[in-house]
T-cell receptor
Framework: SAVISQKPSRDICQRGTSLTIQCQVD?????MFWYRQQPGQSLTLIAT?????????ESGFVIDKFPISRPNLTFSTLTVSNMSPEDSSIYLC???????????FGPGTRLTVT | GQNIDQPTEMTATEGAIVQINCTYQ??????LFWYQQHAGEAPTFLSY????GLEEKGRFSSFLSRSKGYSYLLLKELQMKDSASYLC????????????FGKGTRLSVIA
């Protein structure tokens, strides 16, 4: 298994500003992902965080808006840039650990943009 | 393209049995997953099916038919704590690809 922590757990931000969310895993993992969950909705994949190279973004998400870093096998950051109220959401870090069936989720970061 | 459908909401009585259905259309298939998510919490893994048939784990069972693109999650002896969202997710390719999620089914268990 994998234990995932995220910082901050929640934040309230003003439009036009940026927020960086940190994800820390208690063991080395090959694959790390970032998901978004808008109010009352399911999870939407933003990108795969690749160690040592640029993240792989899903359709509708771009690097300028959601820059991602992954400096090593236990840590990643997601930045939400130039925020608008539409970015209000829960952002979840997720990892694959122990095999393809074992995908774990962090506790999420609840972001409110005013 | 990818399409995963499940009912938006369901209500069931404490002690009863409820079946949550999921249909999927994906470009590939390498496993179907069910997650439980309580309000304000992270999703937690419930079950995994990659072959046709029924997988039973305590009060929860999950069924898969690959030819029909269909799965269900069966919850028996419902308890109030089972009130949560249940997310159906598919891994659509081999290897370490991320899960694609349906919109989730919000289950309310009533007395």
């Amino acid at each position: 298994s994998a234990v995932i922590s995220q910082k901050p757990s929640r934040d309230i931000c003003q439009r036009g500003t940026s927020l960086t969310i940190q994800c820390q895993v208690d063991s080395q993992v090959t694959m790390m992902f970032w998901y978004r969950q808008q109010p009352g909705q399911s999870l939407t994949l933003i990108a795969t965080a690749n160690q040592g190279s640029e993240a792989t973004y899903e359709s509708g998400f771009v690097i300028d808006k959601f820059p991602i870093s992954r400096p090593n096998l236990t840590f990643s950051t997601l930045t939400v840039s130039n925020m608008s109220p539409e970015d209000s959401s829960i952002y979840l870090c997720s990892v694959l650990a122990g095999g393809p069936r074992e995908q774990y989720f962090g506790p999420g970061t609840r972001l409110t943009v005013t | 393209g990818q399409n995963i459908d499940q009912p938006t909401e369901m209500t069931a009585t404490e002690g009863a049995i409820v079946q949550i259905n999921c249909t999927y259309q994906t470009s590939g298939f390498n496993g179907l997953f069910w997650y439980q998510q309580h309000a304000g919490e992270a999703p937690t893994f419930l079950s995994y099916n990659v072959l046709d048939g029924l997988e039973e784990k305590g009060r929860f069972s999950s069924f898969l038919s690959r030819s029909k693109g269909y799965s269900y999650l069966l919850l028996k002896e419902l308890q109030m704590k089972d009130s949560a969202s249940y997310l159906c997710a598919v891994r659509d390719a081999r290897g370490n690809t991320p899960l694609v999620f349906g919109k989730g089914t919000r289950l309310s268990v009533i007395a």
